[in-house]
């Protein structure tokens, strides 16, 4: 019979890892943003798809 339980936490430590490494990448992300010198911003054009919903 399969050990669900080992199962289950094999997988829930796997997903926890993934989550910190992409916690740890985002953090690391920003940092390099707010240290850079050349602050000036992009804004970039709303797509086709991507227009807001008129408000009824």
Known sequence: M???K???FALFNA???AINH???AQRDG???YIETQDSSLT???ISADEKPKATE
């Open 6 to 8: 080992k199962m289950y």
């Open 15 to 17: 997903v926890t890892t």
């Open 22 to 24: 992409l916690q740890d």
């Open 30 to 32: 920003e940092s390099e």
């Open 2 to 4: 399969a050990d669900y």
């Open 43 to 45: 804004i970039l054009p």
